[in-house]
């Protein structure tokens, strides 16, 4: 099973910048027929596993999720998993034990929107520091609805 999933996160590293087209045909090729054997071991093996132990658990959650698992390979723009999230949404869940320190519901809203604010900037390909900077330097100047909007990472220019 460990040599099956390396094959496929292999193939993604070789289509890793390709155009959407060539990872279609690519993950089509390559990919879908691991899977297929992927699906034919869990078939196999699901029943002589109790599924109350781990690995048993595991196969279960596997079979009964495998159209959205195996969807990735009919969708170009789809990862094999959900590490990027994994990665964006680490310090909300880091910072989500000192929330619980929040002087008050007001202080938790504005770490909220901080938060928020910070991960919409690495979003837009800016260095939260710099945008901040930015952000604080110009936000005085801004007396308008639409002079607040174009201070908005995804309305300003990464530099």
């Known amino acids: 099973m460990l040599n099956f999933i390396s094959a496929l996160y292999k193939i993604e590293k070789e289509v890793k910048n390709e155009p959407p087209d060539i990872i279609y045909q690519q993950r089509q090729e390559k990919s879908k027929p691991i899977l297929d054997k992927i699906k034919q071991w869990l078939e196999q093996h699901q029943p002589g596993i109790p599924p109350k132990v781990p690995l048993g658990k595991a196969i279960s959650y596997l079979h009964k999720n495998w159209d959205q698992f195996a ?6 723009f789809l990862s094999i998993d959900n590490n990027v999230l994994e990665r964006q949404i680490r310090p909300l869940a880091v910072g ?4 619980l320190f929040s002087a008050s519901e007001a202080g938790a809203q504005a770490t909220a929107a901080f938060y928020s604010l910070v991960a919409t ?3 837009n390909g800016h260095k939260p520091y710099h945008y901040l900077k930015y952000l604080f330097e110009n936000l005085r100047a801004a007396k308008t609805d639409d002079e ?10 990464p530099s």
């Open 96 to 99: 989500r034990h000192n929330w």
């Open 71 to 76: 969807r990735y390979i009919d969708e170009p």
């Open 121 to 123: 900037c690495k979003l």
């Open 148 to 157: 607040l909007r174009a201070l908005l990472p995804y309305n300003v220019e």
